[in-house]
């Protein structure tokens, strides 16, 4: 299975600040999704991100709070703009691999005060 | 994707085998089940997944019903390790739009491993 790093793992920021979150992957795939875990909630699909288009958001989640970069086939970046209390979760990055398994990284846990 | 219904909560004894039901009862044709769980403050992690014949890794098992509206998974000697939240998903490998789609997750199930 694909090894899937993320980083931070963590970070406490300002209101009002942005933070990008980086999202790397030990092989090449097409698809990598990001999500969204709010404080003891189930995962949230915010976004999917292909090489070489425009991410494709899903309802309620839009690019100017979440814009997404994804330069090639092993990374993903994603922001989290203009940050408010309310952006406090878990948020992980996942690639598909055969057979419709997904992968995940071990999440940025952000707290904005 | 198809919807399912799991229970929020489960106890198994350790060492005992924990058995995590299931119902997906709009499961279409080529929707796979499949399972998560995820340990607290990780990423979910892959269980396994199948069609409609019984599946069985390292991990765990799969059963599936004859008419596919429900499952069970089978995880044969619980550890303390195990306690996590357990999600079963229904999808097509294939995505809605001849591409993968991302996972929907529902609530899944608190396995809780007592000692």
């Known amino acids: 299975s694909a090894v899937i790093s993320q980083k931070p793992s963590r970070d406490i920021c300002q209101r009002g600040t942005s933070l990008t979150i980086q999202c790397q992957v030990d092989?090449?795939?097409?698809?990598m999704f990001w999500y969204r875990q709010q404080p003891g909630q189930s995962l949230t699909l915010i976004a999917t991100?292909?090489?070489?288009?425009?991410?494709?958001?899903e309802s309620g989640f839009v690019i100017d709070k979440f814009p997404i970069s994804r330069p090639n086939l092993t990374f993903s970046t994603l922001t989290v703009s203009n940050m408010s209390p309310e952006d406090s979760s878990i948020y992980l990055c996942?690639?598909?691999?055969?057979?419709?398994?997904?992968?995940f990284g071990s999440g940025t846990q952000l707290s904005v005060l | 994707d198809a919807k399912t219904t799991q229970p929020p909560s489960m106890d198994c004894a350790e060492g005992r085998a924990a058995n995590l039901p299931c119902n997906h009862s709009?499961?279409?044709?080529?929707?796979?089940v499949y399972w998560y769980r995820q340990i607290h403050s990780q990423g979910p992690q892959y269980i396994i997944h199948g069609l409609k014949n019984n599946e069985t890794n390292e991990m765990a098992s799969l059963i599936i019903t004859e008419d596919r509206k429900s499952s069970t998974l089978i995880l044969p000697h619980a550890t303390l390790r195990d306690t996590a939240v357990y999600y079963c998903?229904?999808?097509?490998?294939w995505g809605g739009g001849g591409g993968a789609d991302g996972l929907t997750f529902g609530k899944g199930t608190h396995l809780i491993i007592q000692p």
């Open positions: 709009t499961i279409s044709g080529n929707e796979y």
């Open positions: 092989s090449q795939v097409t698809m």
């Open positions: 991100a292909n090489q070489g288009s425009e991410a494709t958001y």
């Open positions: 998903i229904v999808r097509s490998p």
């Open positions: 996942s690639v598909e691999e055969g057979q419709g398994k997904l992968f």
